[in-house]
């Protein structure tokens, strides 16, 4: 059995809130990244306190109202599927403040978290504020949605990006890592991906693998899931006929995303 790969396992933790992801120090291998995902029927509130961590509260599906007790972000969230492939909106809460999220609509939250202990303001990350890339060519296109990249000192530690690649099409790809803490060649960050698909029916491969193979997992991931890269290369390909979309969260000690392609498969990027 995968250690890195995580079903979806819902359970009803108050009455319309569903915990169908939650990933943790103490149940994962990593220490950086904590990560949750929630569903949340119309009217039903989903309340946390934060103790030494960061959270960034990601509207992934549905209308929500997110509030800290200080400020309220009304009914926010932009789509009904993340594969509208537009941008959606996200509320970036600090270490020791409480915050509540209210469902609107019917709504998958997805609740993202590393270790911080000096206190930012908290921040609503606006769909349009999300920078938007487009990277690769042949086989090797994905479409990405910068949520809270490291340009955007909003946050202590947390990083998180989603990403759409086409049918057919490779991502995180060709293979890169940043399992050390080497600036300014590579940073040590730990990731997870919590991928859908489209038809939901669909699965993708993904790779995390070291250099010296004492890690060496491939996983047929299916919609929902969510595969954990403690470390190594974790590039992700994806069969004709579906799309996938996944979203990353990474933490470490720096917040700096500096990433090593694996030398072997760096020509991919060099063709013309
Ligand atoms: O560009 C991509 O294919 C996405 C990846 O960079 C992904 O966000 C990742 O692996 C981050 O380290």
């Not at 007790?69 to 996200?90: A, C, L, M, Y």
């Not at 490779?170 to 060649?185: A, C, E, G, I, T």
Request: a negative charge; glycine letters at 6%; charged letters at 25%.
């Amino acid at each position: 059995m995968s250690k890195l790969l995580r079903k979806p396992n819902p359970k009803e933790t108050s009455p319309g809130v569903i915990n169908v992801h939650e990933v943790t120090s103490e149940n994962s291998p990593l220490e950086y990244v904590g990560f949750k995902v929630v569903d949340l029927a119309p009217g039903s509130t989903y309340k946390e306190e934060l103790g030494k961590v960061e959270c960034c509260i990601v509207a992934l599906t549905g209308k929500i109202t997110v509030s800290d007790h200080d400020q309220v972000f009304e009914n926010i969230g932009t789509r009904e599927s993340v594969f509208e492939k537009k941008p959606t909106d996200s509320v970036y809460v600090s270490n020791d403040r409480t915050f509540e999220v209210k469902a609107v609509s019917q709504a998958r939250v997805v609740l993202c978290y590393s270790p911080s202990y000096k206190q930012l303001p908290t921040k609503l990350i606006k769909a349009e504020d999300n920078g938007i890339e487009h990277r690769g060519k042949y086989s090797n296109q994905r479409l990405v949605h910068n949520i809270l990249p490291d340009s955007d000192p909003s946050a202590n530690s947390l990083l998180v990006v989603e990403v759409f690649t086409e049918s057919g099409n490779w991502s995180s790809y060709p293979p890169h890592k940043h399992d050390q803490d080497n600036l300014p060649d590579e940073s040590f960050l730990e990731e997870s991906y919590y991928h859908e698909m489209n038809p939901r029916q669909g699965f993708v491969f993904q790779r995390v693998y070291t250099d010296d193979r004492s890690l060496d997992e491939t996983m047929a991931v299916e919609n929902g899931d969510v595969v954990l890269v403690p470390a190594g290369y974790h590039p992700v390909g994806v069969p004709d006929g579906y799309e996938s979309y996944y979203l990353n969260v990474m933490a470490g000690p720096k917040r700096i995303w500096k990433f090593h392609n694996e030398p072997t498969h760096e020509w991919i990027l060099n063709r013309k």
